[in-house]
Structure formats: structure tokens, C-alpha cells
């Protein structure tokens, strides 16, 4: 299987490569996780629904695929460079709990979103944390390689002295000249020689709870260093796939590059990849614009922007109509198609289970049919392709149930084996399978709307109110199960 042609957008040569791993036959994959100080927003879900693909369609070519994607929990600050508060220590202060409390909050929050997205979980799951001895030593060797320098116990890498040897800005195309001439100069509030210098370590101030002892001073590490520490333990100083959301390219991912050289004196990554924007309504989203939707919010109704609910399976399947690298508008006229084209594509599941076999009626090749799934998938994961294919499969299906025609033997197995194979597992859309009639469908989507109103009403610690929808819900002969961050239901 894995003799595909597959070709990817590597984001640092601007073009389609040729996929070929560094070894045979594995993949090593490092993706930019969440930085847990607030409910995962649904631009974020894109991204990881778009590895999520990528992870899917890898392991269905055979790849054996070591996925990392971390966890943030330390060293973000507020401007993603290196001044403000830290993002979570300052969600602890407002919300007067312990910073390991927003994490473990806010981490509970985007598995439990991700699981509804139907994504599968990471190889590892490192978090910065747990790695800051590993980001300590590679403090330690850039500055043994001259490539950072102290001052007052904080650590700056020295951008300027390491673009004498290498190429700083390579990935996003930035100029140092430019980034000299546009960045702000901070004078009297930051201890760097340069501007453009980026924090490996940061002192502590005396009311920063999350800190730690290092050579040089009890503090916490930058945000870019703790990519570089996990992805170099866990897929090696050279590795295959780095993805992440577009707005890492800059200056993240820089950093990241930076580092890595700085230390192995080598390039970490073959291929970068980056998933694009999502914007609501026309515009970008943001929480300051009120531009912005979560994605519980969509699933429950409860917003100002749709006028009426969508499943996190409809949401999904829209997201993968369009290209990861494309600009995606979410609308409600979007999403009202997506849930037709959905609906569309799980009744002809049904059909199909429905067809017989019998003489072919010659109206679709089957094998051309498959051959171009792949040639889809094989170019840059175009998961719109591959599902416009799918859609000619409904067509025929759907011709053929209508007409009370047979398919051919040959062709119906390569429907029945290879239809639910791009759905499930490669685009990975999680259809109720049991459902076998339209009424079922909706009682099942009747009762997870109820789940996810118990759930929203025990997470405001509305008891009386989840209590009387578990209750309610027994009488009815449904039994909910309450597991690992999902909920399922039984019937008596
Ligand atoms: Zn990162």
C-alpha cells in the first residue's frame, strides 16, 4: 500500500514534494498542541482536525506514524513574544484558582471537544511542564555555542549573531533587515541586546506561581523552546512532518528552526506543513470583535450566530470540503449545505447495504473510481477530491436503488469494502453506524443533544437540572454511561 505517490505542500520550499520519510515505512509527525488557558476554539480545531487527516490517511497507507502533538501549560505570554503576563498564570489570577487548575481545566476541555470531532489521540502527548530539564540542557548548549546570552536571570537567543551562519526567517520569508526595521523597540522594558532576540528562559517576578530553578534563575522557559525540547526527545533531531495552524509560522516556528540548528547545526524538519484560517461570517475571528464562536456553542445552539445546532460530525465533514492550506468561511448557509451533503452520503451507506449483486449495468468503473479517491488523497491530502469522488459513488448508488438494479459482484465489493474505508477511517467521519432509518438517526441525535445539555448544565454545577435529564431519561428506558470524556447511551 504505502507505493503511493503521495506529493505534500511543503510550507519552506513553497512547493508539492514527493513524500518520502526519512525512514522507510515511518513517519515521525511533531504538531503544535493548545495552550491550555481557555476553551479550544473552533479555528484551532481545524488544525488539528486537518492532522487529524493527515494521521488518518498516513496509517491507512501503512506508514507506522509516531504522532506528538504537546501541550502548552507554561511560558506562553500574552503577545506571543516576550513581554506581558503568562497566559495561564494570568487566568489564575482572574479566576483565583491555581495555574495547574486552568490546565488541567482547559485540557480536559479540548480532549473532550476533539472527541466529539471524532480525532484520534496523538502516539504522545508531552507536555512543557513535564520537559523543563530537557529545555534547560538546550538552554545550556546554545549558550555554549554563543548563540544566547544572560542578562538579570533572564536567557535571549541572539538572533542577529545567528543569522551570520544561518538563514533566520527561511520558513516564513522574512527578511532579518525587515524584521530589524519593523520591530518594535521596547527600550527600558526588555533586557535584549536586540528586539528581534527571542526568551529561552524568563525570571520569575515574585508573584509568578509557575516557576523553576535553573542555572540562572528561578524562572520558566519560553514558549518556542519546549517544541524543540519534545519533538528533538521523541522523533530525533531530524524528523519528518512539523504541522501546526498558519499564525505558528511566525515567529513560533522561526524559533523552533533556529534552536534546533542552533544546536544539531542541522535543519529538524523535511516537510512543514500549516493549515489555514478558519474566519466566521466573512471576517477573521476574535474575541474582541465578538467575531467569534465555540465550538460547544455550535453544537448546543446556544449562539448568536446560527439559528439552529450542528452535530460536531457536520461541522467536521464541512471543515474537510475545503483544502487544510485554502482560507475556510464558516456560514450558516455553509454549514446548511454541508449537512445536506452529509446526510446525502450516510442515507447512500444505507442504500448500499441495500444493493444486490446481479448483472453489470456499465454506468461507473469502479476502479477508476478508486484510482482517484487516491490520486486525491496522494495530492496534498485534498480531502474536497476525494469527497467529490465519493459523491459520484452516491450518485451511482442511488441511481442503481432507484432503478431496482443490481451491480455487477466485482464492483459492489469495491464499494462495500472501499465507501465506508474513505468515510470512517480516512476522512474519518463518525456516523452512527447503527442507524438503519431515518427516525433512529434522529432519536440518537435527540439524545446527545441531551447529553450535551447535561453536560453543559453539570459543568455550571447545575445539578438539579443533569439530574433530572439522567432521571428523565432512565424512566424512558435510556441509560446514559457516563466514560473517558464521552458519554454514550444504551436503550432497555
Ligand atoms: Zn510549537
New binding site residues.
Partial sequence: MINHSLVVLNSISGRKEPFKPINPNRVGMYV?GPTVYSNVHLGNCRTFITFDLIYRYLTHLGYKVRYVR?ITDAGHLENDEDSGEDRIAKKARIEKIEPMEVVQRYTVDFHEILKKFNTLSPSIEPTATGHIIEQIELIKNIIKEGLAYEVNGSVYFNVLKYNETYDYGKLSGRKIDELIHNTRSLEGQSDKKNPQDFALWKKAGPQHIMRWPSPWSDGFPGWHLE?TAMSTKYLGEFFDIHG?GMD?KFP?HEC?IAQAQAINKKNPVKYWLHANMLTLNGKKMSKSTGNNILPLDIFTGKNDKFSKPYSPQVIRFFMLQAHYSSILDISEEALDASEKGYRKLIEALDNLSRCKPGVEIGEFNTNKWLKNCYKAMDDDFNSPLLIAQLFEAVKFINLVINKHQPIENSQLKVLNDMLPVFIYDVLGIDVVKKSSSRTEEKLNQTINLLIELREKARNNKEFETSDKIRDQLEKYGIYLNDGKGITKFTFD
Fill in positions: 503544535c504537546n517544541c501546526g505558528l513560533h523552533e
